[in-house]
């Protein structure tokens, strides 16, 4: 199984960004996707998650109204639409990957995300 993710950058508080794992490896039906994140000196937080069929999603309070997660899976990718991006949503984002019958969890290796006030 590998996830690779993009889309990580440096921008300002109140910018966009779109993040994007792509996928490969693994029947892509069979897991639900999610997206964590790190900042420095923390421990890897939720922030976004998607059923298999990608039609219930959840999200981190703190990021709720502003994220929004996607999935494709033709495609084999989840996206993550980050909107009005505040300095404490810098972090590493991690895509992970969990599948719903054996519950094996695998992690991309993650996109650093930088906002600037």
């Known amino acids: 199984v590998q996830l690779v993710e993009s889309g990580g950058g440096l921008v300002q508080a109140g910018d966009s960004l779109r993040l994007s794992c792509a996928a490969s490896?693994?029947?892509?039906?069979?897991?639900?996707m999610g997206w964590f994140r790190r900042s420095p000196g923390q421990a890897r937080d939720f922030v976004a998650s998607?059923?298999?069929?990608?039609?219930?999603?959840s999200y981190a309070d703190s990021v709720k109204g502003r994220f929004t997660i996607s999935r494709n899976n033709a495609q084999l990718t989840v996206s993550l639409q980050m909107d009005k991006l505040k300095p404490e949503d810098t972090a590493v984002y991690y895509c992970?990957?969990?599948?719903?019958?054996?519950?094996?969890?695998?992690w991309g290796q993650g996109t650093q995300v930088t906002v600037s006030s």
């Open positions: 992970s990957a969990l599948n719903v019958y054996s519950r094996a969890r695998y």
């Open positions: 490896g693994l029947t892509f039906s069979n897991y639900a």
């Open positions: 998607i059923t298999m069929s990608g039609d219930i999603s």
